[in-house]
Antibody
Framework: QVQLVESGGGLDWPGGSLRLSCAAS????????LSWIRQAPGKGLEWVAF????????KYADSVRDRFIISRDNAKNSLYLQISGLRDEDTAVYYC???????????WGQGTPVTVSS | QSVLTQPPSTSGTPGQRVTISCSGS????????VNWYQQLPGTAPKRLIN???QRPSGVPDRFSGSKSGTSASLAISGLQSEDEADYYC???????????FGGGTKLTVL
């Protein structure tokens, strides 16, 4: 069955850096676009970034552009999110999700929490 | 401020039919599929249905999705206590060239 498992979250200082990972299994990873979506405490869902199946094209939300980098390793069935210049407002649970055209985000991971605090 | 607009909350009694609206524009709902996601308390979101009524296996047909113009709706009939959750709509936006979400609607089953 399809599984997405995030890791790498934690507590860091403002201005710090983190690298989130998402390990995928149960499907042909190179065939799918992937996204990172986050949810601040008590708030709604915010799309953060997506990457095409080959990794050749990426797109970011304005709130994270120039600070976040999405990447993937199709040989390792893994998705990554490099976060730098952490801000208080980056505190959230970060989910990776598989995109499936008109079916939207058809599978989600369980999420990894990121807390930014001094 | 979310690109897609949903009511913050709604409620219903067991057995009742409730609808949740999602309002957008010609660049998102007007042109692209709208998906709905259910987030039970303390869990990750899961895909529920789209406007073509395509549901993952396991999602009961009590849930239905539709859209007209730049608005979409999620209807839940025969409301059950386990339907109490947050519901989000989402669509691709051709102008922004990325995904957009609604702010979410909290459904309370009275």
């Amino acid at each position: 069955q399809v599984q997405l498992v995030e890791s790498g979250g934690g507590l860091d200082w403002p201005g710090g850096s983190l690298r989130l990972s998402c390990a995928a299994s149960g499907f042909n990873f190179p065939d799918f676009y992937l996204s990172w979506i986050r949810q601040a405490p008590g708030k709604g869902l915010e799309w953060v970034a997506f990457i095409t199946s080959s990794g050749s094209f990426t797109k970011y939300a304005d709130s994270v552009r120039d600070r976040f980098i999405i990447s993937r390793d199709n040989a390792k069935n893994s998705l990554y999110l490099q976060i730098s210049g952490l801000r208080d407002e980056d505190t959230a649970v970060y989910y990776c999700a598989r995109e499936a055209g008109d079916l939207g985000f058809d599978y989600w991971g369980q999420g990894t929490p990121v807390t930014v605090s001094s | 401020q979310s690109v897609l607009t949903q009511p913050p909350s709604t409620s219903g009694t067991p057995g009742q039919r409730v609808t949740i609206s999602c309002s957008g524009s010609s660049s998102n709902i007007g042109r692209n599929a709208v998906n709905w996601y259910q987030q039970l308390p303390g869990t990750a979101p899961k895909r529920l249905i789209n406007n073509k009524n395509q549901r993952p296996s396991g999602v009961p047909d009590r849930f239905s999705g539709s859209k007209s113009g730049t608005s979409a709706s999620l209807a839940i009939s025969g409301l059950q206590s386990e339907d109490e959750a947050d519901y989000y709509c989402a669509a691709w936006d051709d102008s922004l060239n990325h995904w957009v979400f609604g702010g979410g609607t909290k459904l309370t089953v009275l």
